[in-house]
């Protein structure tokens, strides 16, 4: 066989005739394979071509598969032959080809092939529903004379599909996925692309709000004749820029593509509508030295309206790119598309999710729709819907399907348990006494009894995948039989309505009683609101215990944490949750972030040690706090460090490290630790990141704040009443009225610097506990501990660097001596000068 007659389609045919026939233990390969592999695909010209004489492709590959497991299979043969019949059609098919003038042999010419052999099985199960040679030889005649009246012959089709996708036989098949909403859109599009001139639609809008999919619906509504009359004949190409310069090594090579492409859709006369995804792209695209790009070669050809285009950009690439060609902008009608409201990409997701669940072979959940919308609104604002809400879907089916598809865990443990019920049966073997065959007995018959468990549990978990393989199927020939009935409708063929009506009612009867059995195992199987959660989680960069937390429980958790930890202050805690809690209630849109607080008050008094709180509680910990000490940001080249070098400048790739930072960790505490120090134009940035929740870096793009909260520190020697005054001393006024609230932390009393110290200690506690260290102390130890420093100007820092001197050295100490064993227990007491001492 010379595979150089042969087209790809064909080769892939044969490949897989010949595994068909080794699952199916048959001694040879015969043209029943052939046929039945070109026929079991959703996809081929011999299947349009028999669909459309109403043959009910289903019926016919049913009987042919029938026929195969009717065949031979000898038992102890292991060479696989090809028959006479299959030899003969190869040969044959390579004279029908020539004989259509076609230079390498598709499918139909082995298909036609085998009709002519009318001698064959599969001939004769064919003829069964009046499918003959001449009868589907004619039909293939039609088709490439419809083809060709419309100025569209196979050969073009052929060459326009070396540089994009044939939308409109996409949809014929059903490959494109249904379209919900978007009217207003998609009859714009209409009533541009009807027009005499100037009829060259753009559609203009955010990455991810449905830019293709209003096209895509297009292409469906042209398909379903739900269109002027002018459009219902229209084939629509989507034109793939990769392909078309992929390969051109040399000048000239580019143009001399795209001309003869142009060339193609200009000599179809109307019929052919070219989609350009990205339409940016063209400008400069395919460009080198002494050629020209693309919106130069198509400026012409739109300018006489010899080409149908319909284009997709964002807004920003529109201006930058489109705006600046005043020739090319002339030729396009501006389109704008908005991002769906939440309540429409909830139904664009329930038009789809079938699709989806076909593919990953799982059962969505309408609350886990619900979910995936709110969630991706809320978490994920910087991306648009419906796009960020189907990725959620997508992939959270796909984290299903992955559990699926893995053994389960209970299966697992049996097996380890059997596993080492063995192991111990081989050691008992060796001994002789009585009570070692008595339990030698026993264990024999637990591994009989577990082995037995185990056997009936894979059996039903085999049984239960196989049940949810059959309903898979069983929904995928529903959908198609669902679009060969609409074909039918639009056609008229009454006759073959009726057999696939009878069929489409079979198949839904058999699906029902399936999905009726009792599942045999308890598969994960649904995506519910926990993987929808999970996946948002993952996305956002936050800890999943904050999307699954009830939020009273977490926000009244909160306050109570806060104040245990946070010693004194309370009503600057109260003020900080409360604006948490307007910011989880989303009853009122806020362009802001969640807070913006200015802490003012000495060293020591825990400024900073309030935004690691806040970072441990409400968002992933410390690794969710940004500190930036404002002492580094005293000169004006310090704001590259903020939002990046500006073009031109070393490092304006890389972007700014502050703004990156918030760009993957969108849910975080920002910490300017002493702002007074910074240079005033930092100050600025800061500002206006408050005033409007967002901020533009270096390369333009948008950096979203809302969901951070922002702590600012000055170090201020006053009392309470003085403060506000040394503020505005330090601090610009405009700077200061961006604040939603300013908080002065007084200094400790003795009260609250006991606190702290008792607090501590408790935390040296639980670290050494981690160690099998039992730590014991009594009050006199917490009095004696806050007299080692002067706490009055030290503040919190007083009590750490004495813990640390006078109870964690002398521990550690006493560790590396090797006098501390595990489950030990220390205890801190006074000596009779009241020194802290450890004690055995």
Not at 187 to 212: D, F, H, M, W
Not at 408 to 420: A, V
Not at 528 to 541: P, R
Not at 785 to 809: P, V, W
């Amino acid at each position: 066989m010379d595979v150089s007659k042969y087209s790809q389609a064909v080769i892939d045919t044969i490949k897989e005739a010949h595994k068909i026939a080794i699952k199916n233990e048959n001694l040879e390969v015969t043209e029943l394979h052939i046929m039945y592999c070109i026929l079991k695909n959703s996809d081929n010209e011999v299947i349009r071509a028999i669909t459309n004489m109403g043959i009910v492709v289903k019926s016919l590959t049913d009987d042919i598969k029938n026929a195969i497991s009717k065949l031979k299979s000898p038992k102890g043969v292991t060479n696989l032959y090809v028959s006479r019949t299959y030899q003969k059609v190869l040969i044959v098919s390579q004279e029908i080809a020539r004989g259509m003038y076609d230079s390498l042999v598709s499918q139909k010419h082995i298909f036609l092939a085998i009709l002519k052999e009318d001698y064959t099985q599969g001939a004769q199960i064919a003829q069964r529903y009046n499918l003959n040679y001449e009868i589907l030889e004619k039909e293939f005649d039609k088709i490439n004379s419809e083809n060709i009246a419309r100025g569209i012959t196979d050969e073009t089709l052929k060459e326009l599909s070396k540089y994009g996708r044939n939308l409109t036989k996409e949809a014929i098949d059903g490959k494109l996925d249904p379209i919900i909403g978007r009217d207003e859109e998609t009859k714009g599009v209409i009533r541009i692309l009807s027009r005499r001139i100037k009829n060259n639609p753009v559609l203009i809008g955010e990455a991810g709000v449905g830019k293709t999919a209003i096209v895509e619906g297009l292409v469906q509504r042209i398909v379903k004749q739900d269109v002027p009359d002018i459009l219902k004949d229209k084939i629509v190409f989507a034109l793939d820029m990769t392909s078309l310069i992929a390969g051109a090594k040399y000048r000239g090579d580019f143009e001399d593509r795209l001309k003869k492409l142009l060339e193609i859709i200009k000599d179809s006369n109307g019929k052919i509508i070219m989609f350009i995804d990205e339409l940016h792209n063209i400008i400069g695209a395919g460009n080198t030295s002494g050629t020209m790009d693309t919106s130069n070669i198509l400026k012409p050809m739109l300018a006489r309206g010899e080409i149908l285009v319909v284009g997709a950009t964002t807004l920003d690439e529109y201006k930058k790119y489109i705006e600046k060609d005043g020739a090319l902008e002339r030729r396009f009608q501006k389109i704008l598309v908005e991002e769906p409201t939440q309540e429409d990409t909830i139904s664009i997701l329930r038009g789809i999710k079938s699709k989806y669940e076909r593919h990953h072979k799982v059962q969505i959940t309408d609350l886990a729709i619900i979910d995936a919308v709110k969630l991706s609104k809320r978490y994920l604002s910087s991306r648009k819907l419906p796009d960020i809400a189907i990725d959620i879907i997508d992939e959270a089916s796909s984290l299903v399907r992955m559990y699926t598809d893995e053994r389960p865990l209970e299966l697992e443990d049996l097996n380890r348990k059997i596993l080492q019920l063995e192991t111990e049966k081989v050691l008992l073997k060796r001994e002789v006494d009585e009570v070692s065959k008595h339990r030698l007995a026993e264990l024999e018959k637990t591994i009989e009894q577990e082995k037995n468990i185990l056997l009936e549990k894979e059996d039903a978990y085999i049984k239960e995948r196989q049940r949810q393989e059959e309903i898979s199927n069983l929904q995928t020939d529903l959908e198609l039989l669902t679009l060969q009935i609409e074909d039918a409708k639009e056609k008229h063929s009454f006759d073959k309505l009726g057999d696939l009506m009878k069929l489409k009612e079979e198949t839904d009867n058999n699906l029902k009683e399936v999905k009726s059995i009792t599942p045999y195992y308890p598969l994960r199987i649904q995506v519910t609101q926990k993987e929808v959660k999970e996946i948002v989680a993952k996305l956002a960069g936050m800890p999943e215990k904050n999307l699954e937390t009830d939020e009273l429980a977490l926000i009244s958790n909160l306050k109570e944490n806060l104040k245990y930890e946070f010693i004194g202050s309370e009503n600057m805690i109260d003020r900080i949750v409360d604006a948490y809690i307007r910011s989880r209630g989303d009853l009122v849109e806020k362009n802001r972030p969640i807070g913006a607080y200015l802490l003012a008050g000495s060293s020591g008094v825990g400024k900073s040690y309030i935004a690691k709180l806040l970072a441990n509680y409400i968002y992933d910990g410390e690794k969710s706090l940004v500190a930036l000490d404002m002492s580094e940001f005293t000169d004006k080249s310090s704001i590259t460090k903020l939002i990046g070098a500006p073009p031109g400048y070393i490092g304006f790739e890389t972007g700014g490290a502050f703004t990156e930072t918030i760009r993957t960790r969108p849910y975080s505490v920002i910490l300017f630790d002493n702002i007074d120090m910074a240079q005033l134009e930092v100050t600025a940035i800061i500002s206006q990141i408050i005033k409007n929740g967002k901020i533009n870096d270096s390369k333009g793009r948008n950096i979203d704040f809302k969901n951070t909260v922002i702590i600012c520190t000055v170090n201020i020697n006053s009392d309470k009443n003085k403060y506000l005054d040394l503020l505005k001393t330090k601090l610009q006024f405009s700077f200061l009225s961006s604040f939603d609230e300013i908080f002065f932390i007084d200094k400790f009393d003795k009260k609250s610097i006991k606190k702290v110290a008792k607090l501590s200690l408790q935390k040296l506690s639980q670290e050494l506990s981690t160690n099998q260290i039992n730590l014991v102390w009594n009050e006199e130890v917490e009095d004696e501990l806050i007299t080692y420093f002067d706490y009055e100007n030290m503040g919190a820092i007083a009590i750490s660097n004495a813990i640390e001197q006078y109870i964690l050295t002398p521990i550690s100490m006493k560790n590396l001596q090797g006098k501390l064993k595990k489950f030990s227990t220390v205890r801190l007491v006074l000596d009779e000068e009241n020194n802290i001492i450890l004690q055995d």
